[in-house]
């Protein structure tokens, strides 16, 4: 009973899982890339319908039915440890008593019996190899004697000599001569087997001799064995005897082990459903997954067949526009350009200011007058509406009164006398069609010429001839991006601006700014746009000196 006991283990509170491990990279992260061996959605689920919704399993619940089961496992395992504890203690209450002395000697006779067996097992192992090879000797001994006619090297020395006085006294034809000589070749060869079989007896007698050796000694611990069984019977006989004074103990110990084995299968049972649950966890959560993984690939399909059908749109689309600018008249969003420049520069620097003016304002009245009703029996009929600011009033203090400042002359001058400007989206504009803008007041003139020219020259061109707006503008915004992504590339303007002491001012005589249309040289057209002519100049002091009192 002792021995059972000593060697039994507990089973560990948590069976592991055996998991593979995952593969990993050389800093041991867990690689994302690697492979799963995974069934294919398509076979798990028709993408083609709805997917039934699978819920997610409670994770936490499934912890806690863990946690449950292993605090059961740890209370059973405390109840065992108990009980082991309790048949160590009765097993070993009884070393120092006479039966445990006897049992003490019992152990060391049925390990000496034990050792000897090894040994007799040894020789018997020994006594097989020298037998096979004794046997191998007998063979070959055998066979020799079969090959050879005499087995001593005197009868072959005499039969030779006997054959040769016959080959020497007697007449024979040349055959038989030939015949005799082939005879004593043979038995000349003969004698190295018979020195062979002579080795062969030496080694088969030392056999012979080993293996009566080993059988003696194998009779020796067959003695021996039988000596040492007779004192373990006679222990046993002693041991039987102070057993059955100790059978009360034996009862207890024997419940004790029935309870051990008891608890242990209530553990085993709980191991059970612990995996059970761990089976059932790792089913839902399988399932889960797969919904995930089918709902993740029929959105990719769904948005595979949308973007197919947008593509598909959009290729329609694009070829009704091009049908309808087919339909359209060649270069007609040039030629409205050109119309909307020339009729601004028109109105805005040709046409008189006062007489537009007063055309606006006299539809202005016109319109006022068609919303306002007539009053009929007026009684301020005949009165008239008077302000004394334009009227001469009468002034009580000393000497004449102060007229009023007239300050419309000045702005009048000053407005003639300012720069000439263009926004910046007039520039890009007559750069979409080619031309320079005008650089002053003479130069609008001749640029709504060469507007008018240039509608005209846009309605003889063929359709796709000549770049349009639309193109050079996207052309624009392309050379736009790829200078700022070359500029980031390169540095920033702050770090090639390193080492300067000075920032540079800004000239418009620098050929860095050029103008957006073809026609006269950058650097002319720089040092003079905006700038007033010679002619305007002279004029403009003229009409200053004129002005003055």
């Known amino acids: 009973m002792a021995e059972e006991t000593k060697g039994e283990e507990l089973p560990p509170a948590d069976t592991p899982q055996v998991e593979q491990k995952p593969q990993v990279d050389k800093n041991g992260k867990a690689r994302r890339d690697a492979k799963k061996d995974e069934t294919p959605v398509e076979e798990l689920f028709d993408l083609s319908k709805p997917i039934p919704r699978v819920e997610r399993p409670d994770k936490a619940a499934h912890e806690k039915e863990l946690d449950d089961l292993s605090s059961q496992i740890k209370s059973i395992q405390d109840q065992r440890q108990k009980v082991q504890e309790s048949i160590d203690s009765k097993m070993n209450s009884g ?12 152990g060391k006779l049925r390990s000496q019996k034990g050792a000897l067996i090894v040994e007799k097992k040894d020789i018997f192992s020994k006594l097989d190899a020298i037998k096979s090879q004794g046997d191998k000797l007998a063979k070959d001994r055998k066979d020799t004697r079969a090959n050879v006619k005499f087995h001593k090297v005197e009868d072959i020395d005499s039969e030779i000599a006997k054959l040769k006085k016959i080959q020497e006294t007697t007449s024979m034809s040349l055959s038989e001569e030939k015949k005799l000589i082939k005879e004593m070749e043979a038995l000349q060869a003969s004698k190295k087997l018979v020195a062979d079989l ?3 007896e030496t080694d088969f007698e030392d056999i012979r001799e080993q293996r009566k050796s ?7 611990k067959d003695k021996e064995i039988d000596e040492v069984q007779a004192n373990i019977d006679k222990k046993m006989d002693k041991i039987n005897a102070l057993s059955k004074k100790e059978t009360k103990k034996r009862d207890e110990i024997k419940e004790l082990f029935d309870k051990r084995d008891n608890l242990r299968k209530q553990m085993n049972e709980l191991f059970g459903k612990k995996d059970a649950a761990r089976a059932v966890y790792r089913e839902k959560n399988n399932a889960w997954y797969n919904y995930k993984r089918a709902v993740s690939a029929q959105k990719k399909l769904e948005y595979e067949e949308e973007k197919k059908r947008r593509e598909e749109e959009m290729e329609a689309w694009q070829k009704a526009k091009e049908e309808e600018e087919a339909k359209k008249i060649p270069y007609e969003e040039e030629q409205a350009l050109c119309d909307y420049l020339a009729d601004y520069l028109s109105r805005t620097y040709l046409m008189d200011k006062d007489a537009e003016a007063k055309k606006a304002a006299e539809e ?15 009684p301020f009929a005949g009165f008239k509406a008077i302000s004394k600011k334009n009227e001469d009033s009468e002034y009580f203090g000393k000497g004449k009164g102060r007229k009023k400042r007239d300050r419309t002359k000045k702005k009048e001058e000053k407005a003639v006398a300012g720069p000439f400007t263009l926004n910046v989206d007039t520039f890009e504009q007559f750069s979409l069609i080619g031309l320079t803008p005008p650089g ?12 008018k020219a240039r509608k005209i020259w846009y309605s003889e061109q063929p359709r796709g001839s000549v770049p349009t707006a639309t193109e050079i503008r996207r052309a624009n915004e392309k050379a736009a991006a790829k ?3 070359s500029t980031k590339e390169n540095g920033t303007s702050s770090d090639n601006a390193k080492g300067k002491t000075k920032k540079d001012k800004f000239s418009l005589s620098q050929d860095d700014f050029a103008p957006l249309g073809s026609g006269t040289g950058v650097s002319s057209l720089n040092a003079s746009w905006g700038q007033k002519s010679a002619v305007d100049g002279s004029a403009a002091d003229n009409a200053e000196a004129d002005a003055e009192p």
């Open 95 to 106: 070393k120092g008593s006479e039966i445990s002395i006897e049992r003490d000697a019992l």
């Open 198 to 200: 002579k080795s062969k």
């Open 214 to 220: 080993l059988g003696a000694k194998i009779s020796l």
């Open 364 to 378: 202005a009245e016109a319109k006022k007058a068609a919303l306002v009703t007539p009053v009929v029996d007026d």
């Open 440 to 451: 002053n007041v003479d130069q609008v003139a001749k640029s709504v010429e060469d507007l």
């Open 483 to 485: 200078l700022k992504n």
